[in-house]
Nanobody, 124 residues
Framework: QVQLVESGGGLVQAGGSLRLSCQAS????????MGWFRQAPGKERDFVAA????????YYVDSVKGRFTISRDNAKNTVYLQMDSLKPEDTAVYYC?????????????????WGQGTQVTVSS
């Protein structure tokens, strides 16, 4: 069982930055691939970024490439999402998720555990 707790959301102006953190419980954090998803009101939960257990491989949705960076610190059981050049369309609840196996990083159903989410609001 893995418990995930996100933090770092908030209100920021367009062009600003935020760094989200996701703290995981358990002693096998490095065995889990980690992902960030987001969900805007009335929309589906969409993939944002993911990182392999070792941190070597990363994946991004096209709309955030060059603006967002996912990273992890396995010694701290934490995954991060650095978000720069934020846009109003980035406004959503952001969720982190953990997966132990599988090949598709982009689908929510590929993930086993989810955090409660943190709100990110970007004003224009």
């Amino acid at each position: 069982q893995v418990q995930l707790v996100e933090s770092g959301g908030g209100l920021v102006q367009a062009g600003g930055s935020l760094r989200l953190s996701c703290q995981a419980s358990g002693r096998t954090f490095s065995s889990y691939g980690m992902g960030w998803f987001r969900q805007a009101p009335g929309k589906e939960r969409d993939f944002v970024a993911a990182i392999s257990g070792s941190g070597i491989s990363t994946y991004y949705v096209d709309s955030v490439k060059g603006r967002f960076t996912i990273s992890r610190d396995n010694a701290k059981n934490t995954v991060y999402l650095q978000m720069d050049s934020l846009k109003p369309e980035d406004t959503a609840v952001y969720y982190c998720a953990a997966r132990s196996r599988g090949t598709n990083w982009y689908l929510p159903r590929s993930y086993d555990y989810w955090g409660q989410g943190t709100q990110v609001t970007v004003s224009s």
